[in-house]
């Protein structure tokens, strides 16, 4: 069986109705040492919980997002999965696309802080798992 060192899962799991069942069917495949990384757009999971994820999904459109990935949801499915979050960290908080200030030494670390302070608010999260 061929075994792999590295699974990319990049915004693919908010297109999925069960993003857990697809990543638990990838795992027989991926190394003992491998990493399993994706990233999403996040909302808080206080938010998910509410009822949004329902609400998306009915309003989807083909191949859209229907799934809400939050911090809580990745570290649950690591914990279940028996893996281990070797990285877990929003993305930024705002961009300015098209402005200068977009390549600002400063503006890049402090949107970086920021998703990684608060990996649920305003982005995008990505992660890394290992067993």
Not at 35 to 51: Q, R, S
Not at 89 to 101: E, K, L, P, Q
Request: overall charge positive; charged content about 20%.
């Amino acid at each position: 069986k061929q075994r792999y060192d590295a699974m990319i899962f990049l915004h693919v799991l908010e297109h999925l109705h069960a993003p857990e069942a697809c990543l638990r069917a990838f795992l027989p495949f991926l190394a003992d040492d491998g990493v399993l990384m994706g990233g999403a757009p996040t909302i808080p999971k206080l938010v998910a919980d509410f009822g949004y994820e329902k609400r998306l999904a009915r309003k989807a459109k083909p191949y859209g997002h229907v799934s809400v990935m939050s911090p809580e949801r990745i570290e649950l499915f690591a914990e279940q999965a028996q893996m281990v979050v070797s990285f877990l960290s929003g993305a930024y908080f705002m961009r300015n696309t098209g402005r200068g200030i977009e390549n600002s030494r400063l503006w890049l670390r402090l949107n970086l802080a920021f998703g990684a302070l608060f990996p649920s608010l305003g982005s995008e999260v990505y992660f890394a798992l290992r067993r």
